[in-house]
Each structure stands twice: as structure tokens, then as C-alpha cells.
């Protein structure tokens, strides 16, 4: 199953370390990653691989909020799936 | 393949624009709960919306989540419960619109409807019985939606129902006067009643649906409003093309939810209802739309037209994105539940005549309109045979929310909160129709019923 990670913000050091190190030690893997910076605002897109993510989505979801939290940026996952169906045919 | 400005649109229409599910209804059928005994039907009408709707709230919690996408409401539709309660010896079914609160309460949903009855060609013992109880039923529950259907293009006009339904509608004003009359936001007088419809407070679960289904019930003004920004000056080919598109996208979303929610709760997806539903929240309201496309006001001279471009736009992008339609599907035009509608309504841009004459090209009809409380009931009857002729003659759905704001008049205002609003009350014509409306009968199917 794949999932979409979203991590938009205010650019600064050690974002990509701090998603990356949890996705690493929930086993997900990264397929995918789009960067870019626009007027000093962070926007980054991952597509992930979490069929063997060792730990519950929700709980991802968790942990990965919460760092968005701490580090003042917006990180979510989604199911891949709704963005297929808008916009795929 | 799946583009990085793709998904950064789809969380700016989720972020910026509310788009959202309305609603994941789950249609039970009651039928098998008929008993003899008015309290044994009312323990298996319990007992079965407990035991088929437990999870539905949860699930619908879980979906929201892990896609990211806010479903407003859970909500639960019955059989008709006239033909359910009519099995019974009771002489009043409130009890039964208590039960239904207090399952709808413990599984957590907001809305139960289904406290309904169809009269369109006659009345049955248990319909009679059912519409006199509707005052007080609404009065005494939370939760409860009520709907008769008067009327379709089949069978006429009963009007005798429609007579008594004005006379319901004031009633149940006057009971719940405490509250802005707010009972009579949760009862719909129907033409054309649909059997899978998932949005309050006209759902119930048709007889010819399955023993349990989920119907889903999508929203998205504010993106639909979002895509035409880009339209300025454009004709009216452009703005169609936009809206199909975007509503194509809407219903995609809906269809995924509706989907995922039956699979996970083993119970059959049954349609996607294309809608364009607006909550009082500034960004999400269809009379923004309207006046996107061009107009000073919604309620200006052109608004119908727009409105009737938009509602089939929204039909011809949305069902190439669902494998089932049904439903209402179209844009709604609930004032109170609009920002703008109740900005044209209080400036006086938006009257009951013009509401009227775009009920003809939309879903649904005359929606959360409160009128003067001294308004009589022959008059709430005239304003509904007027509704329901124009559904009759369309063969399409129409309905009537109106509130009777007792002890209030035109400039003042009432309040429901949440998603239901608040609104302006809007004059009334004065003249009266008591002789018409006194005629009881049933007005005749039109020559176009007999499609044979």
C-alpha cells in the first residue's frame, strides 16, 4: 500500500533528516520525493511504500504530526489512493 | 501517473476550498421490526440500527484519517416508519421517534430520518397516525427527521395531505417556538421523494433498497467557486467545461470514501448522490458561485440560468466519476444553511418568488426559509402546492423546508446553529388561498405520466 507524505512549511535546517529518520525506523519506504522552496516556503512530496511499516498507520500518522508540531511544519500522510481517483481517470 | 501539482491541489481543496464529504448515510431497513405489540417493534428497531450501525461511526472516523478528507456527518435512514409502526394497536408513534433518538444517540450519529410517511395518492391508518405525531415528535427529539411526500408525477397531488401538512408545519412551529421553531427544520414536505436520498433531513430507506446499504452524499461549493476565479470573462462554454471538471474531481472522492466505508463495514455501496451542498461557513456556499459567474447578488435577474447551467454541469462532470448515481443529486439551496443566500435574503436581493423559480432548474426546493410566524397554515399549504405542482410537471424532486418563525416578523432573524444556520425571515405574499387549499382531492397526474 502506498501513502502520500505533505511536509509544507517555513524552510529550515533538518527537515528531511527528521521525516526520513522516522519513516526509516517504521520500516516505510521512500519511492518517490519532490522538493522545492518557494519565497523561503518549504514544500516537499514523498510517496511512500508502507506495506511493511512495523507499525500501526494511525500511529505513524502520530508520530509524524507530532514532529510537524515540534519543527512548525505541516506533515501528513494520506492514503495515495485519494489522490489517485481525483486525478487520474 | 501522479503529479506533485496534482496532490498539492487536491490538499489546497481540502485545506483552502472545504472540500469534503458531507455525509456517509447508512440506509437500514426496518421492515422486519413490524410487530404487533408497539413496544416489542420498538426493542427490534433498537436493537437492529444498534447492531447494523455500531461501528458506522468509527469507520467513518478511520476513513476520514487516513485519507485526509473530513466527513461531516454520519448519519442513519429508516424505512418509512408509517409502514413499520403501522403494524401496531398504537394511537400515537412518538415513542417510536424516541426510539430512533436514542439509537441514533448511542451509535453517535447526528441525524436519523426516516420519521416519514408517502400520502401522494392516500393515506393509510399508519400514515395518519404517523403525520399527527410529527409536532410533538420533533419536539421531544434531537436527532429525528421527518418527511411526508405529498405528491409525484405519477399520482397528482394529494391535497388533502397538503392541506394537513400546513397545518403540521404550523403546529410543529408553534411547539418548538422556544427554539426558533426549530422543528420545523427537520421536516421536509416532498413531491417525487427519492428512496436513496443520504441528505437531512428528507433521507429515509426506500422499500425497494436492501436490507442495509451506504450512500454517500458529497460537498465542494468552495472549490467549484475556487476553479471559476480562473473563468473571469470567459463564456459560458468555459465555466461549464470548469465545473464538470471540477465536480468530476468532488465525486471522485466520494466515490472512494463510499466504497472503502462498504467494504469495511460488509455493507453494499448503494449510490453517490452528485451534490453541491453548502454549510453557513464563509468559502462554502453555492449563492458564491452564482455570483462568481456574474451576478451583483444572488437573487439578481439571470440567477435561475446560472444556477440551471450549474446544476447540470455538476450532473454531467460527476457521473463519469461514480459507478452509481441516485439521490438528489444537484446543487441545493437551503438559505439558512448558505452565507450568501442569507446575505441576498437580508439585503432583500433574494425573495420566496425567485426561490421558487430556481427550485425548477435544481435540487431541491424551498429549503430552511423562515417566514413570518403569524403566517397561516392555509397560506403554508398554498406554498406548498405551488412546490409540489412544479415537481409533479418537472418529474423531478422538490421539497419544502419552511419555518414558521413564531412570534417573529420580516427583519428579524432566526438562529438554529451548526450546519442548519440562520436566517433572515422573508415576506410572505398576503393575500390569501383558503378556498383553494380547502378543496381537498387530489389534484390528477399530468398527461406525461402516462409514459407506457
Known sequence: MKAVITVLGNDKRGIIYNVTKILAESDVNILDISQTILDGYFTMVMIVDIEKCNIKFEELQNRLEAKGAEMELNIRIQHKQIFDSMHNI | ?452
Open chain 2, 1 to 452: 501517473m501522479l503529479s506533485y501539482e496534482g496532490i498539492l491541489q487536491t490538499l489546497s481543496m481540502i485545506d483552502n476550498q472545504k472540500l469534503d464529504i458531507r455525509t456517509i448515510t447508512m440506509g437500514i431497513s426496518l421492515m422486519d421490526c413490524a410487530d404487533s405489540d408497539g413496544e416489542k417493534a420498538r426493542q427490534k428497531i433498537y436493537n437492529k440500527i444498534v447492531e447494523k450501525a455500531g461501528h458506522l461511526v468509527e469507520v467513518g472516523q478511520a476513513i476520514e484519517k487516513e485519507f485526509g478528507i473530513p466527513i461531516i456527518n454520519k448519519r442513519i435512514s429508516v424505512t418509512p416508519i408509517s409502514i413499520v409502526a403501522g403494524a401496531s394497536a398504537d394511537k400515537d408513534y412518538v415513542k417510536f421517534a424516541e426510539v430512533l433518538d436514542r439509537a441514533a444517540r448511542d451509535v453517535g450519529v447526528n441525524f436519523i430520518g426516516g420519521f416519514s410517511a408517502l400520502v401522494h395518492k392516500g393515506y393509510t391508518k399508519g400514515d395518519e397516525i404517523l403525520i399527527r405525531s410529527i409536532p410533538e415528535a420533533l419536539a421531544v427529539t434531537e436527532t429525528v427527521c421527518s418527511s411526508v411526500n405529498v405528491g409525484s408525477t405519477k399520482a397528482g397531488i394529494n391535497m388533502d395531505a397538503v392541506k394537513q401538512m400546513g397545518q403540521i408545519i404550523v403546529e410543529a412551529a408553534n411547539l418548538t417556538a422556544d427554539r426558533d421553531s426549530i422543528g420545523c427544520a427537520k421536516l421536509v414536505v416532498f413531491a417525487n421523494a427519492v428512496e436513496d436520498n443520504p441528505f437531512m433531513a428528507g433521507a429515509f430507506h426506500g422499500v425497494g433498497e436492501p436490507d442495509c446499504v451506504i450512500n454517500v452524499g458529497v460537498s465542494g461549493p468552495g472549490v467549484v467557486k475556487t476553479a471559476l476565479e480562473a473563468c473571469k470573462g470567459a463564456p459560458f462554454d468555459v465555466v461549464a467545461e470548469t465545473i464538470k471538471k471540477t465536480a468530476f474531481q468532488i465525486t471522485r472522492v466520494g466515490q472512494l470514501v463510499a466504497s472503502e466505508a462498504s467494504r469495511r463495514l460488509g455493507v453494499p455501496f448503494g449510490i453517490v448522490d452528485l451534490s453541491l451542498a453548502p454549510t453557513p461557513a464563509v468559502g462554502d456556499s453555492i449563492a458564491r458561485i452564482l455570483e462568481e459567474i456574474g451576478l451583483e447578488h444572488c437573487g439578481a435577474p439571470g440567477t435561475t440560468a446560472a444556477l440551471a447551467m450549474l446544476n447540470d454541469a455538476v450532473k454531467k462532470g460527476g457521473v463519469m466519476a461514480s459507478s452509481h448515481v441516485g439521490g438528489l443529486s444537484g446543487a441545493f439551496i437551503p438559505v439558512s444553511e448558505d452565507e450568501g443566500m442569507i446575505e441576498a435574503a437580508r439585503i432583500g436581493a433574494l425573495t420566496l418568488e425567485k426561490l421558487e423559480a430556481m427550485t425548477c432548474v435544481c435540487s431541491v426546493g424551498l429549503d430552511m426559509i423562515a417566514i413570518p410566524g403569524d403566517t397561516t397554515w392555509q397560506t403554508v399549504a398554498g406554498i406548498i402546492a405551488d412546490e409540489v405542482a412544479i415537481g409533479m410537471v418537472n418529474n423531478k424532486t422538490t421539497a419544502l423546508r419552511l419555518i414558521p418563525a413564531i412570534g417573529k416578523g420580516v427583519g428579524e432573524e432566526v438562529s438554529f446553529g451548526g450546519l442548519l444556520g440562520s436566517a433572515p425571515i422573508m415576506p410572505v405574499n398576503k393575500y390569501n388561498c383558503d378556498v383553494l387549499v380547502n378543496r381537498g382531492g387530489r389534484i390528477p397526474a399530468p398527461i406525461h405520466s402516462l409514459r407506457n
